[in-house]
């Protein structure tokens, strides 16, 4: 069963904090890790995408992969109201069927000015 | 680009009706997919087709059918709506990386349809 686990939250931070949400993966061999954030009523929304262990950033977001720990995060410096979402953590397990993502339930971020 | 567009926005089914949702995508994608969206319960995916011609389930097809008769379209076709059908349906496209499996996926704005 190739599963991707988030804590649902909600996580609380208040305006111009770092919000960390982290993620993981169950099948070994995943290449490729997304970052997306759904608005209430909404569709979601491609954050940041990581392949390669470390960090990559973007802005106010940091994504950071740990393939070894199966592991990966989703850091918002300065956090804003606007931020206030759900943020879903997306994973390409290999020989995904059609380069599918397997999606977690997503974490929700609330942010309080 | 309007990127991925989806018809209708919300729709109100009564049991055993059927209806389409439209789903096209203008970045000359090949991947194409539909999930559907429960609260609390993540992104399920329904359907997914690899280019024109090609379509495949996925997790949770049971009381849908899909067509890609091209590159641009992925409608998905709901026969006898049942009240488990509620929910937001997603359309989504992508192209493939050979290297690292997946490109990002983008989502269309969504269909919301509740069965009665």
């Known amino acids: 069963q190739k599963e991707v686990e988030q804590n649902s939250g909600p996580l609380s931070v208040p305006e111009g904090a770092i919000a960390s949400l982290n993620c993981t993966y169950s099948d070994r061999g995943s290449q490729s890790f997304f970052w997306y954030r759904q608005y209430s009523g909404k569709s979601p929304e491609l954050i940041m995408f990581i392949y390669s262990n470390g960090d990559k950033e973007d802005g106010r977001f940091t994504a950071q992969l740990n393939k070894a720990s199966q592991y990966v995060s989703l850091l918002i410096r300065d956090s804003q109201p606007s931020d206030s979402a759900t943020y879903l953590c997306?994973?390409?397990?290999?020989?995904?069927?059609?380069?599918?993502?397997?999606f977690g339930k997503g974490t929700t971020l609330s942010v309080s000015s | 680009n309007a990127g991925v567009t989806q018809t209708p926005k919300f729709r109100i089914l009564k049991i055993g009706q059927s209806m389409t949702l439209q789903c096209t995508q203008d970045?000359?994608?090949?991947?194409m997919y539909w999930y559907r969206q429960d609260p609390g319960m993540g992104l399920k995916l329904i359907y997914y087709s690899v280019g024109a011609g090609i379509t495949d389930k996925g997790e949770v097809p049971n009381g849908y059918n899909v067509s890609r008769s091209t590159t641009e379209d992925f409608p998905l076709r709901l026969e006898l709506a049942a009240p488990s059908q509620t929910s937001v349906y997603f359309c989504a496209s992508s192209q493939s990386n050979l290297v690292f499996g997946a490109y990002e996926q983008y989502f269309g704005p969504g269909t919301r349809l509740t069965v009665t």
């Open positions: 970045m000359n994608h090949n991947y």
């Open positions: 997306a994973v390409n397990p290999p020989n995904q069927a059609g380069t599918a993502l397997i």
